[in-house]
């Protein structure tokens, strides 16, 4: 997969990515808390130069905490956390061509 890097800071790609998964993953009044989520996981993505893979996971680490509180439906989210990865890699890609665009 290519490349999908995010500056900590970028509060609007990272606010927009929370919002994606709140509403795909995990519906209810956890959006701070997957801001938070996401941030984090874009520092730890930038460290270690890695990029969907760690947003995907602290997802998983959610989905699997005693917070989430899923049970059965695990799985299901399990697959939408992927698939709102890949949607959200792809919506990095045209923001970075955005930001080539406008500079």
Do not use: C, T
């Not at 209810?28 to 893979?53: S, T």
């Amino acid at each position: 997969m290519d490349e999908l890097r995010l500056a900590p800071n970028d509060h609007v790609l990272i606010n927009a990515l929370a919002a994606i998964f709140v509403s795909h993953v995990r519906p209810g009044p956890h959006e701070d808390m997957m801001i938070e989520i996401v941030r984090d996981a874009v520092k730890k993505a930038n460290r270690q130069h890695l990029y969907v893979g760690p947003l995907v996971a602290a997802v998983e680490d959610f989905l699997n905490s005693s917070q989430a509180g899923l049970g059965a439906n695990h799985a299901e989210y399990a697959v939408r956390v992927r698939l709102v990865a890949v949607l959200s890699w792809r919506a990095g890609h045209a923001l970075d061509a955005l930001r080539g665009a406008a500079a």
